[in-house]
């Protein structure tokens, strides 16, 4: 056991844990989780060796800090990987501090912001022609201007959040006037950003870029269904082969001088038929398990990379299904009769080869009752509603 490499994961308690766990321990890593919660998907999953409960990331930060520090001075780990927004964004800042003990998988944090920053990734877009809904900084640009430059109707967001929390539509400069400083007070600096019609689809691309700036993996999901049904959270995916998506993503991280693992959002824009970068989010999301099912081992990447060894190169399978099944049903009670049995790909196929769960599986089936009890804890709590909800105003 003393010879395996040893990985820490961190934020053990999210979805793309089970995937990250199980494509490390089948590589024969030796995994350990650290979980905010035991109501959680890593630690009722088979995969990790060790969960550990630690404080949380976000509500208490300076506990969660040097929590992590005295574990990593206590327990040998090779490398470290964030696996939300919360504490990569802290292991960025503070990764000086934590390198005396272990390898942090993250780009340090001039580079990191570039990519987390939703603001500094649109002008970073703009700077290489790489298409993009028209976006106003609003801290520093008055509403009338930006309401001006990107129209109504448009959207306020976060600089900084994950998912889709305090996404807020506005179809007017009252909108704007009454809904900003709420948003502003609650999430911290936003923009804002024109509204593109959800008539088409949205993408994902998940990227690996090694040290010498050379593409490893690349692989793009389809997006096609979501809760709330509007636009949130995906619960149907597909891998797809979509090079110009690709392309645009090489073209930014090639910019920035992002080295390891970035997660790109698109959407496609019926009205001049681009595909247009929304936002970066600089870790695994929650939907890379069906990248790993369609060949693309992300985990072993950035272990490798983080070590300065050198990294392989992976080509992944199209055609991947990835569903997520709690959403899944939320989708099909609050969807329209007619989209229920029209859906595609059907929502009454749930068993295929080229169909993956994200939330657990034959093999590890615990993650996904779990998963169902911690969907309802969090539409019971009002604020969570609010900001999953509040960009349907």
Known sequence: MNNKIKVLLLDGHTVQVLPVAKGLREKGYHVTILCEEKLSFGWVSRYPNEKVLCPSASKNTEEYLNFLEIFLKEHRFDVTIPLFNDSAELLSQYKKRYEKFTKVAIPDYDIFIQGHDKNLTMSIAKKVAVP??????????????????????????????????????????????????????????????????????????????????????????????????????????????????????????????????ADFDYIHDPRDNQYKIMEINPRMPASVKSCFESGVNFAEMTVLEALGKKVPSYTAQSGIILKYMSLEVLWFVFSK??????????????????????????????????????????YLNPSFRKSKLSFKK
């Open 337 to 378: 009769n007619k989209d229920r049995f029209s859906t595609k790909p059907s929502w009454f196929k749930f068993f295929g080869k080229n169909i993956c769960y994200e939330d657990g599986s034959i093999s590890d089936p615990l993650p996904m009752m779990s998963g169902f009890l911690l969907g309802i804890k969090k």
């Open 132 to 261: 993009h809904p028209k976006t106003m900084d609003i801290e520093t640009n008055s509403l009338i201007n930006a309401g001006e430059y990107c129209g109504f109707p448009s959207l306020i967001k976060p600089n900084i959040a994950s998912g889709a929390r305090g996404i807020t539509r506005v179809d007017s400069l009252k909108d704007l006037e009454t809904f900003f400083p709420d948003i502003r007070k609650e999430f911290g600096p936003c923009t804002l950003q024109e509204f593109i019609p959800q008539t088409g689809f949205q993408y994902k691309c998940q990227m690996f870029r090694d040290s010498v700036g050379e593409i490893k993996a690349a692989t793009v999901q389809k997006k096609y269904r979501y809760f709330p049904i509007t636009g949130g959270s995906t619960s149907c995916s597909e891998i797809v082969d979509l090079a110009e998506i690709v392309n645009y993503s090489k073209k930014i991280l090639d910019e920035i001088g992002w080295n390891g693992f």
